[in-house]
């Protein structure tokens, strides 16, 4: 089966199993040595799927003919995050359980380069055009170039599991770069610049797991604000990021200045990622309640 038309889901029994994404059928399973709790990342070079297990492995599957080319072994910590891939130099990045983010080749699936946290990685690495964002249980974020080399880190007030997300702004010209978006456990959302300042920080109500999602509003939910980068007009379109405590409370935060635009609170914990499409927001709750929340502008 071609890789575009395929659905990749890890599974607590060790399997990784591919589907067909058309019509949900299993077209074939890899058994790995323990759970599989990452997500598995497609290589658009190449059509490899990369997947780490709990086994400390991490594999290299060809999908196309049902093999496995290769399994690395990343040291001594389980692969709980997801990969990612960078295309120049191609290169696959995951980070374990035992604080180390190691860099492997995408032609000779050789390690490259490993960097050693002080602690356990949950967060999954996040590609930027100048290296890889990891967050770790220490509360730092660090920042690493494509050598291998650190070229900043960040602290917050408590242990960091969330991964970040990264979104570039094109409409205001050079005003806004690339932002880094990320929650802590010290109950706070940070906005930092590509080069890890800060450019601003919202407080919640509790720890904040998931990862921030930044989608465009069409229209305006809050016109009687002024953003930082011109007046909000009911007709316009507005830049938001949305993220969740750990305790069920919905964020909605002008994109520029971090300030709150809307807040909405669910009936249980939210350890999940939330999805914005067509103003709608989807939620996955532990009350077993997937939630689809339409987005009132004025």
Not at 59 to 85: E, K, W
Not at 203 to 218: K, R, W
Not at 275 to 289: E, K, M
Request: hydrophobic fraction near 40%; include cysteine; charged fraction near 10%.
């Amino acid at each position: 089966m071609e890789p575009n038309i395929c659905c990749f889901v890890g599974c607590y029994d060790g399997q990784v199993y591919v589907l067909n994404r058309f019509t949900g059928e299993t077209s074939w399973t890899f058994q790995t040595g323990a759970a599989v709790k990452s997500s598995p990342c497609i290589d658009p070079q190449t059509g490899v799927a990369w997947v780490g297990s709990h086994d400390h492995y991490l594999y290299a599957l060809d999908v196309t003919n049902r093999q496995c080319i290769s399994a690395t072994h990343c040291g001594a910590g389980s692969c709980f995050s997801s990969p990612c891939i960078s295309k120049k130099p191609h290169l696959v990045f995951i980070a374990t359980l035992s604080g180390r983010l190691l860099a492997i080749g995408a032609t000779e699936h050789t390690i490259l380069w490993s960097q050693q946290c002080p602690k356990p990685v949950f967060a999954s690495p996040l590609l930027t055009p100048i290296g890889i964002v990891c967050a770790c249980v220490n509360g730092f974020v660090y920042c690493f170039d494509f050598q291998g080399n650190k070229l900043w880190e960040f602290e917050t007030q408590a242990s960091v599991f969330c991964s970040a997300t990264l979104y570039h702004d094109v409409r205001y010209g050079s005003r806004i770069s690339h932002c880094i978006f990320f929650g802590s456990h010290d109950k706070s959302v940070y906005c930092l610049s590509l080069n890890g300042e800060l450019s601003w920080r919202f407080s919640t109500d509790g720890p904040v797991y998931s990862s921030p999602f930044v989608a465009m509003i069409e229209g305006n939910m809050s016109c009687h604000t002024m953003c930082n980068a011109r007046p909000c007009d009911e007709h316009d379109t507005q830049l938001a990021v949305f993220a969740l405590s750990s305790v069920g409370s919905l964020y909605i935060l002008d994109f520029y200045s971090g300030v709150l635009i809307a807040l909405y609170s669910l009936p249980g914990e939210v350890f999940s990622s939330p999805v914005v499409f067509d103003n709608q927001i989807l939620i996955g709750c532990r009350d077993n309640y997937l939630y689809s929340l339409g987005i009132l502008t004025l």
